[in-house]
């Protein structure tokens, strides 16, 4: 059965263009102006949304993102926000996976959270640190409810193993295109394109293309190579940096559709 | 490709530890985990180990009857592991020159390490000026006042100190950014963690080069009484100088293993760093362990008197030690703590490390529980300079 996710990646390859995907903390800038950052998201042209897990010990994650997990966590988010995050994402129709650290799952319950996921019609999770050893667990419980497990690849993964990870994944490949935490670059590195064309040859699995980008023309570039660009941190920081909650809703909206317009110009 | 053909999961001690990390930095665990089983069986660098244990760290540390403070510990003999007479204070030093070897054989020319009290950063910091190598030490921003004087040891001897300002300023955040700095450098960069946590291949190798602690000390013990000890005592916050000086008596099932843990304004309080007796299984800095953690997973902050106890999870081994009964753990509050470290610089004139002194707290109870015929071996695992400050601070001496 196909989750919203993989309808996506049906839809932009058929009009032969990469799969915008923005990325969000759960409960940023606050509960409710999160709903209405997503809703912001949807309407510029955004294809999927991935939603963070706000967690205490982000590893994974630069400056920009632990700041916003930071508010997120102080306005008191957990499991039940995310969930309801999630929510209000698919019922404005817009494909929502989660992207959180493997303990907030195994917390509450591996079987349970990914149930909860598809009840709200999350579908798929990212889990960055879950390593494929560890995830037996999880797949099964993700299999069972019917979502997709997304699975990070670092340009340092050897050949041997990115097939065994990429066979793993569904919905999409998540490719790091660098080595280091979450944060805009001014330059993707070329190690992206080299990355993806590697995942290539192991899979036909979507692949998408993180951590760095935030301009139209980084878009444009990476879509040329890849079936979808995630961006966060870009609008993170313009949340952060925001006099005022409409001044960000609308930077957030003008800067996703300068991002999907360079999504549709990658080929 | 099937559910059950998914890899084997490694490095587990029954339930606990593994790798939970970023895909970036496996890799680079598979190469250190190559590079340490090697060296293992390799006599070149067993020699080059036993050799700098001998000439620089001055091993093997002796043992010392605490006569004076028995008489605080129910009359019990009480003998000292005394790792606080090692070079550069404490017990971190044999981990880090085994590391820093593995770093060399590695073609890696920078280690980065977290600490807490400070004392594996100096370590850390003492081995790259031996070894030539370039060290950035993280440290949670609290951290580096509580314990100024080994900032600046850590200078002095070459290293780069950052201090961390995120989250609680402390070692959890200390260790979150070198993580950071690892999964960012990771071709040029060997992250030289201090304790038995993280992920596999690190609480494995790291108890590996702390075991000599109680290899040591049961042969000492054995040659000075012909017995082994009723316990053997040690501090724990990650579980370095626990599991050295546990695990070569793992097997000796008579032989009752006591961890004491940092119970802060006591555990009762939630004001503690008592991972084992006041947490619950969850997966932190790349293991599964016991963790201090909210219902929503998230870290909860610890608290403790001693910047090195100070962290809210532990080494997955002693996780499973706990569990199976092998071990048990207790806590011990800040004014347990101080009152034994009072009382112990005073009957010995010994300055234990505060981290130590939890362990000579443990030792004053347990003393009392088996009576004047039992023999208790605890773990001095460092000396008590760096926390003068602290000590004059709580004692209101004038400084």
Redesign the interface.
């Known amino acids: 059965m196909s989750t919203p996710l993989d309808l996506v990646f049906e839809k932009t390859r058929a009009e032969n263009r990469a799969a915008l995907i923005a990325y969000i903390p759960a409960g940023f800038p606050s509960l409710e102006g999160c709903k209405k950052v997503i809703r912001a998201l949807s309407d510029a042209g955004v294809d999927a949304l991935e939603i963070g897990f706000p967690?205490?010990?982000?590893?994974?994650d630069?400056p920009t993102i632990?700041e916003a997990a930071?508010i997120s966590?102080r306005e008191g988010t957990?499991?039940a926000e995310v969930f309801q995050t999630v929510k209000f994402a698919h019922e404005i129709g817009l494909p929502t996976v989660v992207m959180t650290y493997?303990?907030?799952?195994?917390?509450?319950g591996v079987q349970a959270f990914a149930l909860e996921m598809a009840r709200n019609g999350g579908s798929g999770v990212v889990t960055?640190?879950?390593?494929?050893?560890?995830?037996?667990g999880w797949?099964?419980a993700a299999?069972n409810a019917g979502i997709n497990t997304i699975?990070?690849?670092?340009?340092?993964?050897?050949a041997k193993?990115l097939g065994?990870?990429t066979?793993?994944c569904s919905g999409f490949v998540y490719a790091?295109s660098l080595?280091?935490?979450t944060g805009t670059r001014t330059t993707i590195s070329s190690g992206a394109k080299e990355l993806v064309t590697r995942i290539r040859t192991t899979t036909t699995t979507p692949i998408a293309v993180g951590l760095g980008v935030s301009t139209r023309d980084q878009a444009k570039d990476v879509a040329g190579f890849a079936d979808g660009v995630i961006v966060g941190s870009a609008f993170i920081k313009i949340l952060l940096d925001a006099p005022d909650e409409i001044t960000g809703l609308s930077r957030v909206s003008e800067l996703a559709k300068e991002l999907a317009l360079g999504v549709r110009q990658g080929r | 490709m099937t559910i059950h053909e998914l890899p084997e999961a490694i490095g587990h001690f029954g339930p606990y530890g593994g790798r939970f990390v970023p895909e970036a930095l496996i890799g680079a665990l598979e190469e250190l985990e190559q590079a340490h089983n090697r060296a293992l069986i390799d006599p070149v660098f067993q020699a080059e180990l036993s050799h700098l244990h001998a000439t620089y760290t001055g091993r093997p540390s002796i043992i010392t009857e605490a006569q004076r403070f028995a008489e605080h510990a129910g009359g019990a003999r009480i003998f000292l592991k005394r790792e606080d007479l090692n070079h550069t204070g404490s017990h971190k030093i044999n981990n880090v020159l085994g590391q820093a070897l593995l770093t060399k054989r590695m073609g890696k020319k920078r280690i980065i390490a977290e600490t807490g009290a400070g004392q594996h950063g100096v370590a850390s910091a003492t081995a790259a000026a031996l070894f030539g190598l370039e060290c950035v030490v993280y440290m949670g921003e609290e951290d580096t006042k509580r314990q100024s004087l080994n900032v600046a040891r850590m200078k002095i001897l070459g290293a780069e100190v950052v201090p961390v300002t995120a989250g609680s300023r402390t070692l959890k955040d200390a260790v979150n950014e070198a993580m950071r700095d690892w999964v960012t450098n990771v071709d040029t960069t060997h992250y030289l963690l201090g304790t038995v946590a993280g992920p596999h291949p690190f609480p494995t190798m790291v108890r590996d080069f702390q075991k000599i602690i109680g290899e040591e000390s049961r042969r000492q013990m054995l040659e000075l009484l012909g017995r082994l000890p009723d316990a053997v005592l040690a501090c724990i916050g990650g579980g370095s100088n626990a599991i050295g000086i546990f695990h070569a008596f793992i097997p000796d099932t008579q032989v009752r293993l006591i961890g004491f843990e940092a119970g802060g304004d006591g555990v009762e309080t939630g004001r503690h760093a008592a991972t084992i007796t006041g947490g619950s299984p969850g997966v932190l800095h790349g293991t599964r362990s016991y963790v201090l953690q909210d219902s929503n997973g998230q870290t909860v902050e610890s608290h403790s008197i001693s910047a090195g106890l100070d962290y809210p999870g532990v080494g997955p081994e002693h996780a499973y030690l706990n569990d199976i009964g092998r071990a048990e753990y207790r806590a011990i509050t800040d004014s347990q703590a101080m009152r034994a470290f009072d009382l112990f610089s005073k009957a010995e004139g010994i300055i234990p490390a505060i981290e130590s002194a939890h362990a000579l707290a443990g030792a004053m109870i347990v003393g009392k529980e088996l009576g004047p015929e039992a023999i208790l071996l605890i773990n001095l695992s460092g000396r008590g300079d760096k926390d003068v400050e602290t000590a004059a601070r709580y004692f209101g001496i004038p400084l």
């Open positions: 967690y205490s010990d982000p590893v994974m630069g632990q930071d966590l957990g499991a493997w303990n907030p799952i195994e917390r509450y960055p640190d879950l390593t494929i050893e560890e995830s037996r797949k099964s299999e699975y990070v690849l670092a340009p340092s993964t050897t193993r065994v990870v066979s793993q790091a080595m280091g935490v």
